[in-house]
């Protein structure tokens, strides 16, 4: 990595992290835990808070964690870092969904989340969301 392509410290980590934890959740359970290491984070799935009577399959619990990835990438790039994300981590813990990697100097990808950034999705991961309707079942 050339001085120019940096890894962002574990204080910018963490202060990106404050983006994905207002990712909307099934029922708000917030079903997410973080590990920040060096450039990177691993996304876990929290399954201590999850519904097993309402989401018997945890899939509304991976589909609330891959809000928070999003929120993450999205914020992300927003503060001009290149993100790549490993969907098929080590599975040396089974709860690991992902592990996302950070360099500085984020470059354009047409239709990802740079674009996502420059339309108002970074602007409206505060805004509070409530939807209590049904899933569809695929």
Request: proline fraction near 7%; charged fraction near 25%; aromatic fraction near 8%.
């Amino acid at each position: 990595m050339g001085p120019d392509k940096l890894p962002p410290t574990k204080d910018q980590i963490r202060s990106l992290l404050r983006y994905a934890i207002f990712a909307p959740s099934s029922h708000n359970t917030q079903p997410w835990r973080f590990e920040i290491t060096e450039g990177a984070v691993s996304l876990f799935a929290d399954r201590t808070r999850a519904l097993p009577a309402n989401d018997p399959d945890d899939r509304e619990l991976t589909i609330s964690c891959g809000c928070a990835l999003m929120n993450l990438r999205v914020a992300a790039v927003r503060e001009g870092f290149e993100v790549s994300v490993d969907l098929s981590p080590a599975r040396d813990d089974g709860d690991r969904l992902a592990v996302v990697s950070f360099q500085s100097g984020g470059a354009s990808q047409p239709g990802g989340a740079e674009s996502l950034s420059k339309t108002g999705l970074f602007l409206s991961i505060e805004t509070r969301r409530t939807y209590r309707k049904r899933f569809a079942p695929r």
